[in-house]
Each structure stands twice: as C-alpha cells, then as structure tokens.
C-alpha cells in the first residue's frame, strides 16, 4: 500500500520542470493530482494538492486571472520559473474579451511575465495581437509571412467546382398521435331517495 506524502521533502531535486508546455494534473480519487510528476519532489502535500487544482484550471483554461497568478506564485516561490512562465503565457492565450474585463491584472501579470522572460533568457512571445502584448515583446517580434499570392489558371481552364451536397436522408415517418380520448359524462349528482337506499 502506498503512503501518500511520506518521507517527501522540499526541494529535493534541483533542476526546474522545463518549459514551455504548462504541466497537466491526472485526474485521482481524491481530484486532480501532480504525483509522480517532476513537481511532486519539490513541494510539500496540501501545496501540491493546491497547485494540482490550479493547474488544472489553467490547463481547461479558466478566465480568473487569480488561478494564473496564484498558480504563477507557487511555482515561482519553488524555483519553478519555467513552468511560472508557461503559466503566465497559458493567460495570454485566453480570448481578449478575458483579458480587457481584466485589464489591472492582465498588466499585472504581464509585467511579471516579461520579468520571468528577462530571468530565463526566453525569446519574446512570436505574436504580438494586443497593444499590451506589442509592448511587452519588443522589437525582436518576428513578423509573420504574408499570405502568398494565388496562381493564376492556364488559359481555358475552370477552377474546380465544390462537389455536390449529398442528398439529405430522408424524413422520418410521420408520428401520428391517436386523439385525445372524449371525457365520459359526468356521473348525475346522488338524490337523497339514492342516500336511503345504501343504508338498507
């Protein structure tokens, strides 16, 4: 049987989990869980149990900016600032709509990851679809490529034609439903002459 949270201590293994893919959790009986992961040497229980639902928050892609930040914190604090890094670009990825509702925490967040960028030497983000985020990647930004012109056809020749729709399955038989069955009469209201009889 094993001894869950036994004999761990922190820190124990030096090297940091690599970037950048962000590290899923596995689903447990108890939720979700980091065990047997590189993370699970370097923090201790209830952190862990913390950090495997948060990281699984960012993993589904929630849109509260606190599991990012929170989640960023942890990972940080223990030496994890690749991971920290893979966390805080998993937020910039979210729709803008996220982002703009969350404007305090996204410069926020988006100072600490040009910070965290600065410490590990990492390359800019390749896009750069927001102001924020032009601002934050600099001017190393490689553009992206333009889309190349289509070729012309050779004279005489048709582009080719989308192929025709299969037809639609055919519609299914009509239920028909039996009408409503009519009310019987109602029953004639008990006369007193009734009430006598029913004694005898």
């Known amino acids: 049987m094993a001894l869950f949270g036994v004999g761990r201590g922190k820190a124990r293994d030096k090297q940091a989990v690599p970037g950048p893919a962000v590290l899923a959790p596995r689903r447990s009986l108890d939720g979700w869980?980091?065990?047997?992961?590189?993370?699970?040497?370097?923090?201790?229980?209830?952190?862990?149990?913390e950090l495997a639902t948060l990281m699984h928050g960012v993993s589904a892609g929630m849109d509260t900016p606190w599991t990012y930040e929170r989640a960023?914190?942890?990972?940080?604090?223990?030496?994890?600032?690749?991971?920290?890094?893979?966390?805080?670009?998993a937020y910039f990825l979210l729709p803008d709509r996220i982002r703009e509702a969350n404007s305090v925490q996204t410069r926020t967040l988006g100072r600490r990851r040009h910070r965290l960028r600065k410490r590990l030497g990492a390359p800019p983000p390749a896009t750069?679809?927001?102001p924020?985020?032009?601002?934050?990647?600099?001017?190393?930004?490689?553009?992206?490529?333009?889309?190349?012109?289509?070729?012309?056809?050779?004279?005489?020749?048709?582009?080719?034609?989308?192929?025709?729709?299969?037809?639609?399955?055919p519609a299914p038989p009509a239920l028909v439903i039996p009408p409503k069955p009519t009310a019987p009469p109602p029953l004639p209201p008990k006369t007193t002459e009734d009430a006598g009889d029913t004694e005898d």
Do not use: I, K, S
């Open 72 to 89: 960023a914190d942890m990972l940080e604090e223990n030496g994890e600032r690749p991971q920290a890094l893979a966390v805080l670009d």
């Open 33 to 49: 869980t980091l065990e047997g992961t590189p993370l699970a040497a370097r923090f201790g229980r209830d952190e862990l149990r």
């Open 132 to 169: 924020a985020l032009a601002e934050l990647a600099g001017p190393h930004t490689p553009a992206l490529p333009a889309a190349p012109a289509p070729t012309p056809l050779p004279a005489g020749r048709e582009p080719l034609a989308l192929p025709a729709a299969p037809p639609a399955p």
């Open 128 to 130: 750069a679809d927001t």
